[in-house]
Each structure stands twice: as structure tokens, then as C-alpha cells.
T-cell receptor
């Protein structure tokens, strides 16, 4: 069974700081990779996704993620965070021809103005 | 993308009672799922809601505790039966719009359940 690890459970940053959230997964075959964001009081929204092609994926609001197959990683980055980026971030992986993603535990990001 | 409405958005229930959560999608979707999100933990898949037939449950979840209906391609319900405080959680409806595996899941806003 595949698993997803998000190593940072709580991250606190000041505005303009750079962000990198780690995500590693266990499945060795072809994967689809996702980052979802949940702003306070709102539903889960897709931030970005990787299915194939360029391993550097650009998403909404200045976020990007890089798929490194050899490291089984899909880390999320943003060069300069804003207060409005305060949210919960979830990494998710679909593999083995499954329709259903497996989610990581989530990372709570707090950005101080 | 599909717009998903869940009702209720939150509820406080007495132990031993049951709560039915509704999920309505604004378009026909291929697959619908129910997740549970416990405090500080990941999303855990409860079951896949199948149209016109019994839901497919994940390990650790049973139909008697979490009966699910899906009468058509736009609507599903999840019932949390005989509730205990351990059932306090956020319950999420999720859909896949197409039958392709190269597609992302969309989520409702969730139902925050507190059992007292």
C-alpha cells in the first residue's frame, strides 16, 4: 500500500520568507501527485498537480513543486510567502492505476505579517 | 470544475444518535467518495459511493456504522450511526468528474461533527 509522508507538521514563517514543504511517498510505479490547500473555514482546493512531463510544476498563487523520481519526493515551494498563505497544506499521491489519492497528514502553515 | 455542496456544515449530536450528511454536486460525476479527517490527522477514505449499488468500504469501516446511498450521479448521503465521541471529526465528500485516472479530486466544504 502506498503511503505519503509530510515531515513538517507545523511551520511558522514571517512574510517574505521562502517556503519549502516536504512530501515523500512510498509507491514505486507511475504516480500522479497533488498539493491541496485548505484555507481557514474553506474547503480543500487543488494547488497544483503532476501527471507527466516537466517535473517542475507551477500552480496557483506563485506556488511550485518539483517531482524528483529518484527521491520519491514532491516538495512544495514558494519564494516569498504572504499572510494570506496561512492554511493547511496536503500532499496526495495516486499510484498503481488507482482513482483514489492517498493523503499525507498535512502541514499547518502560519505566516506572520 | 464541479461545485459540491455538503449539508449540514456542522452539527453537535448526542451519543447514540445518527446523523445523515448530504452531498450534492452541480453536475454528473463518475465517482463519489467519503473521507474522514480527524483532528491533526490525514484524510482517511471511508468508502466509494456507487450509484445504484452498495458502497465499497475501506478497511476499518463497515456499512452498519456508515451506511451510504447514491441514488444518482449527482447526490450521495453518508450516515454516521449510533454515534460516540470518537466519531467527532470532519466528514468530506469528494468527486472525480471523469472516468480518467488523470484527473484530480474535488471536495465539498466538509461537515464538522461533534458528538457529546
Amino acid at each position: 500500500a502506498q503511503s505519503v509522508s509530510q515531515h513538517n507538521h507545523h511551520v511558522i514563517l514571517s512574510e517574505a520568507a521562502s517556503l519549502e514543504l516536504g512530501c515523500n511517498y512510498s509507491y514505486g510505479g507511475t504516480v500522479n501527485l497533488f498539493w491541496y490547500v485548505q484555507y481557514p473555514g474553506q474547503h480543500l482546493q487543488l494547488l497544483l498537480k503532476y501527471f507527466s512531463g516537466d517535473p517542475l510544476v507551477k500552480g496557483i498563487k506563485g506556488f511550485e513543486a518539483e517531482f524528483i523520481k529518484s527521491k520519491f519526493s514532491f516538495n512544495l515551494r514558494k519564494p516569498s510567502v504572504q499572510w494570506s498563505d496561512t492554511a493547511e497544506y496536503f500532499c496526495a499521491v495516486k499510484g498503481g492505476g488507482s482513482y483514489i489519492p492517498t493523503f499525507g497528514r498535512g502541514t499547518s502553515l502560519i505566516v506572520h505579517p | 470544475s464541479a461545485v459540491i455542496s455538503q449539508k449540514p456544515s456542522r452539527d453537535i449530536c448526542q451519543r447514540g444518535t445518527s446523523l445523515t450528511i448530504q452531498c450534492q454536486v452541480d453536475s454528473q460525476v463518475t465517482m463519489m467518495f467519503w473521507y474522514r479527517q480527524q483532528p491533526g490527522q490525514s484524510l482517511t477514505l471511508i468508502a466509494t459511493a456507487n450509484q445504484g449499488s452498495e458502497a465499497t468500504y475501506e478497511s476499518g469501516f463497515v456499512i452498519d456504522k456508515f451506511p451510504i446511498s447514491r441514488p444518482n450521479l449527482t447526490f450521495s448521503t453518508l450516515t454516521v450511526s449510533n454515534m460516540s465521541p470518537e466519531d467527532s471529526s470532519i466528514y468530506l465528500c469528494s468527486v472525480l468528474e471523469s472516468g480518467s485516472r488523470n484527473t484530480e479530486a474535488f471536495f465539498g466544504q466538509g461537515t464538522r461533527l461533534t458528538v457529546v
